[in-house]
Each structure stands twice: as C-alpha cells, then as structure tokens.
C-alpha cells in the first residue's frame, strides 16, 4: 500500500533543511543569530510548498512521492544518488541498427538530462557503463557512442559487487527489437542465452560470451545479482536482551532496474501453441522498479522517438561526408543532379517461397520510381541475421529484385546505425519491413510505407502514427505501396486520395516524445534522487 505523504512530512523536511549547514538562504554556516527576515521568507516558502504538495497530492494521488523527493533534494544541498548505471540491451552485435541507436539516445539523456557522466577519453570519471553477453570494444564501428566498451555481465558484477562507492550499480534494460521480421520469432529481449551467443560473428566472442555466462535471459539481468555478497560474520550492531543478544547485519544498498521501453508485455503463452517469453526473463521484468511499455499503459513509446531531436547535428554531418559521397560512387547518381532517391529496406521471408514475388515487387518499385521522377531504388539493410558480415535476409532478395528492375536501383550495403539513419533522413520516400526503419521515416516526415508487419508494427501504427497515415494502415500487397501509401504524400499529382499533411505528422511525433520524455524523467529521478525516510543510505552525508 503506497502511503500517501502528509503536510506535516514536508515541515519536518523543510525544517531540518533550514537548520542544516547545508542551507543555502544567505546566512553564514554555524551562525544561530539568524536574521528575522530570511526566517519569515523560509516559513513562507515552506507554508507555500507544503501547500503546493498537498495540491499534487489531491490532483495526481501517488505524484506525491515524486514532489517530495525533489523537494528533499533541492533542500538537502542539492545531494543526489551517487551510482553507476549499466545499459544493457543487444548493442553488443549489429542484429539492428535501432539497438546501436537506442543506446545513443539514453546515453545521450542521462548526460545532457539527468547529470551522468560520459568520457570518451577518461574511463574513471564515467557513470554510465555498458553490459553485454560478452566485452568487446569495437562496437563504435557500428555506430555505437564512440570510444565505449560493452562488458560482459559476469565482469559488470564483479565491478558492482566491489565498488564501495558507487556501487550496487543500477540497471537500465535498453529493449531489443521487436518479435523479429514480421512476425517470426521471439523477441530479441527474450532470448535465451545461447541464441544469443550464436549471432556473435566470430568463434572467439561466442567462446567468450560462454565462458561469461551468468545468468539465461542475455539481455534482462536481475538487479539483485549486482549486490555485494552480504559476510555473515562481519555483523553490527549487536544487540543484547533476556535471552541473549541479535546481531544486525549492514543493511545493503538499493539498487534500481528500469525497464525503458518494452515492446512484447512479458505474458505468458495464451494457449499451448503460443511461446511465452521464458521465466529468467519475465522474473526480471515483474521485479523492475519501473515498467514502461510501448502498446498501453504506462505508455513508453520507443526510445528511436528522440532520435532527429538529440542526435540531428551529427546525423546530418554523417549523411554529407559519407552517406552522400558513398552514394555519388554509384553510375545511377551526379554530382550535377540533385541527391534524389526511395529507401527500401525488405527483411522478411514470408513472401520469398513465392517464385513470382521477387519480380511483383520489381514491378511495384519501378512504379513508385516513374511515379517520383525516376528516382533510383536504394536498397539498404536493417541489420545482420547470421554470424558473418553482409549476412542479411534483405539482401538475398534485394539483389534479385534489383536484377529484374527496369528502373535504376542500387544496393547500399551498410552496417551502421547513423548511416542508415541518414540514409533515410536524405531520402525522397521510404519503404520498409523493419519496425525502426519505420520510426525513422515518421521521426524525420517522409513519406512512408510499411510493408506486412507483426503485432508491434501494428501497435506503433495505432498509437503514435498520425491519424491520416494510419487511415490506411500497413500495406499487405506490393502492388499497394504506391497506390494505398505513398501516393497519398504527393501533392503535384492530381491524385483523388486526400494529401497527407506534415503537419499532423508532426503533431504525432512531438506526442510521441512527449510521451518519452515523461516516461524517462520517472525513471531517470529513481536513478538521480535520494529517498530521504531511510529505504537508500545514499541520503547520508559519506
């Protein structure tokens, strides 16, 4: 039962704060002569803010923790939980580009929003720190914050359980995509540990990720295991009655588990032929201090929501020194004509058993290149299925399509997050199989179509997607793409379908973030904020 705060829980607070030597009201440390003025401007800031939190209290019932804790904080010179915090998500492998960038984005507002330290060259100061099924420090390369290691979760331990002074460490769980291409398989946040481990590219990092092993859900980790292992023997606080005397073991830190984001809820199977995620993962998700989820409440939308506000300057530099010049290599590009082109990204298998698919898809981007002026097809990757570079289900088609295109094409073969960011950002239209390609698209207001799509493709569109692109929903034929998404764009057209408007595109995605931002500011004052009534010993002056 969440006990609910009373007024006079705020004067005790403000009150101590006064008299500590910590206040900051503009009277000398230790001096008892306080002047009568600033005593009746702090009891009239103190009649103002407990007033101010009863009115929380009335209008948003357990927002009344959160109030307190702020006012604590700001009272008690400005101390904050002093810990460091584990990323942990699948940015240990280049399975898809959006793990790689989730990771930039929430490095990216525990530094700028919440006071976290990151250093690229000075490892000692930083307070954020990255976990894995194995270490490894060239995931930089994919696009990950430059400069940071992802260590294994058996050394992450070690360091936790050894860190006297900023440790337990905290846990945030980044996600992982969603139940694969389509609907095929199980989301990578509920693998086990040895699926995992098998799209590692080389045999070293698998024997490592093996040996490191620690516990079976890779990517969702219990909080607890961080702890200090508790010595029995070095007892305190020894305490003697009638019958003999009580020893009180150290009382341990807390430590918090967030849940950022998540898009599969962590159920259970609803019949036999239904996989439920396994128990290792749905213990650590029914355990977290906080849950957020992307298809209903508490809404969470996907952290890739942030990514054109947070990360832009740098996409935007990456797309003219790279992405731009690697495309002018292509015969189908000049320099004299202006940068022009339709993303496509195709993972999913489903349709590949059919002998005629590959040449109806042809067919369809062909149209939707006459339709945009002959724009060439830019055929990109999401991410690798398999161990090896380049392994990419898109690309065993892609080819073959591209083959049997009248209209220019090209395969633009990447493996890494900012790059495909960029690609998309520069392009004229996008079509998509992969969940975060779409994000994107939307992010960055390009005219957009969603091929086929599983159950969380199906739940962006219906929560955060503007009203006039989901009119129409996810496209389910090829021959669609232009006539049932893309068409409706297009203005200069003389089309008879309604024009989608950047406008409410835009009005969905400040939504969306919106709804992030909320999201990460509950969780990030768990990580940041002392307690203050006893349950975190990181409001003690150390």
């Known amino acids: 039962m969440k006990r609910r705060v009373k007024a006079s829980d705020e004067w005790v607070d403000l009150i101590q704060a006064e008299n500590s030597d910590d206040d900051d009201i503009g009277t000398p440390k230790g001096n008892k002569n306080r002047n009568s003025n600033v005593r009746c401007k702090v009891l009239a800031m103190m009649l103002f803010l407990t007033t101010l939190t009863f009115l929380v209290s009335v209008m948003h019932g357990d927002g009344t923790k959160a109030t307190r804790k702020r006012i604590n904080l700001a009272f008690h010179g400005g101390k904050r939980r002093n810990r460091k915090v584990i990323l942990l998500g699948p940015h240990d492998r280049y399975n898809d580009f959006g793990d790689i960038l989730a990771e930039r984005v929430i490095t990216k507002l525990l530094v700028d929003r919440a006071g976290f330290v990151y250093n690229a060259t000075d490892d000692e100061s930083n307070t954020l720190l990255l976990g894995g099924i194995v270490t490894r420090n060239d995931m930089d390369n994919h696009g990950l914050t430059a400069h940071k290691t992802v260590y294994s979760m058996k050394t992450i331990q070690e360091m936790s359980r050894k860190d006297e002074k900023m440790g337990p460490y905290d846990i945030v769980f980044t996600g992982g995509s969603g139940d694969g291409p389509g609907d095929e398989g199980p989301a990578i946040l509920y693998e086990k540990h040895k699926e995992a481990v098998d799209m590692l590219e080389t045999v070293a990092l698998r024997n490592s990720a093996v040996a490191d092993r620690k516990w079976d859900c890779p990517y969702l980790f219990p909080k607890e295991l961080l702890l200090p292992i508790v010595n029995k023997t070095l007892g305190t606080n020894v305490r003697i009655h009638k019958t003999g005397s009580t020893i009180t073991l150290p009382r341990p830190r807390k430590n918090y588990a967030i849940v950022d984001s998540l898009e599969t809820p962590p159920l259970k199977g609803k019949d036999k032929e239904q996989e439920g995620p396994p128990f290792a993962c749905r213990r650590v998700t029914a355990k977290a201090d906080h849950l957020g989820l992307r298809g209903s409440k508490p809404f969470a939308p996907e952290s890739l929501i942030m990514t054109k506000e947070l990360l832009a300057t740098e996409i935007d530099e990456v797309y003219e020194t790279q992405v731009r010049q690697e495309l002018l290599d ?213």
């Open 330 to 542: 292509f015969p189908e590009f000049s320099e004299e004509l202006p940068m022009r082109y339709i993303a496509v990204q195709h993972e999913t298998a489903k349709q590949m058993s059919n002998p005629s698919y590959a040449q109806e898809l042809a067919d369809a981007l062909d149209e939707v290149s006459r339709k945009l002026d002959n724009a060439p097809v830019v055929f990109f990757p999401a991410g690798r299925v398999g161990r090896s570079v380049g392994d990419h289900i898109a690309f065993g088609l892609s080819r073959e399509v591209s083959e049997k295109m009248k209209q220019p094409s090209v395969l633009y073969e990447t493996e890494h997050a900012l790059k495909v960011a960029a690609l998309v950002q520069g392009a004229q239209a996008v079509i998509s199989t992969n969940l975060h390609v779409y994000i994107l698209s939307f992010v960055y207001q390009k005219p957009r179509a969603m091929l086929y799509g599983g159950k969380n493709h199906e739940k962006f569109m219906t929560m955060w997607e503007a009203k006039d692109v989901k009119l129409k929903g996810i496209v389910s034929s090829v021959q669609d793409i232009w006539g049932n998404a893309l068409e409706r764009f297009f203005v200069d057209g003389g089309f008879s379908n309604p024009m989608i408007t950047q406008s409410k595109t835009e009005a969905a995605s400040q939504s969306a973030r919106r709804h992030y931002l909320k999201n990460f500011e509950t969780w990030s004052t768990l990580l940041t904020t002392p307690l203050g009534d006893g349950e975190d010993d990181d409001s003690v002056v150390r």
